[in-house]
């Protein structure tokens, strides 16, 4: 299991680096201090270690999730935190930087997407907090709001755009329009 471990923490920060395609195995074997036998005993192909990856920064992103989910907030509040959430995993946390990244790049391919995993916790919250979100537009264009924020995160992060974090920049765009909104129903 600490092999394992090992080999999927390198392969995050090649992934992450480098893409699926720029990823050299001998030098996930490096990094892991493992030897090329070592690798394919746990992994036989390249495609079983993205695999391997993807599923652990779901698996990351899914229990962060479920933390923030369960801390008290009100309207939508815990969809506002649910998406700092994401944009902080995205900002600090390679496996989960890489998870997305594979996510994009090998779509198609039978692996499951990053994104497809907190969506059902998104639409989830979306529905707990129906009522609410309707004052700031319909669920469906707040969903789509939170995958440009979280979209708009992961650019800024992987391209070093930051002017503070990723999870402030977030918590920013949300209050300004949550502020916008209900300035506009207070003066129709």
Request: charged share 25%; net charge negative.
């Amino acid at each position: 299991m600490k092999t394992r471990r090992a080999l999927i923490a390198a392969a995050a920060a090649e992934f992450d680096r480098n893409g699926y395609a720029g990823t050299s195995l001998a030098r996930v074997c490096s990094a892991a201090g493992v030897t090329m036998g070592a690798l394919t005993f746990h992994f036989p192909t390249k495609g079983d270690l993205a695999s391997a990856v993807g599923d652990e920064g779901a698996d990351l992103t899914c229990e962060a999730l479920r933390a923030t989910a369960q801390r008290p907030a009100q309207g939508l509040g815990t969809l506002v935190e649910s998406t700092v959430t994401l944009a902080r995993l995205l900002e600090e946390d390679v496996v989960v930087r890489a998870a997305a990244r594979l996510g994009q790049e090998r779509a198609g391919t039978g692996m499951n997407s990053w994104h497809a995993a907190w969506m059902p916790q998104v639409r989830e919250l979306l529905d707990r907090s129906a009522k609410d979100a309707e004052e700031y537009g319909d669920l469906a264009g707040i969903e789509l709001l939170v995958i440009y924020l979280v979209a708009g995160a992961e650019a800024a992060v992987r391209a070093g755009k930051l002017d503070g974090s990723a999870q402030e920049q977030v918590r920013r765009l949300w209050e300004l329009l949550l502020s916008g909104a209900g300035n506009r129903s207070a003066s129709a």
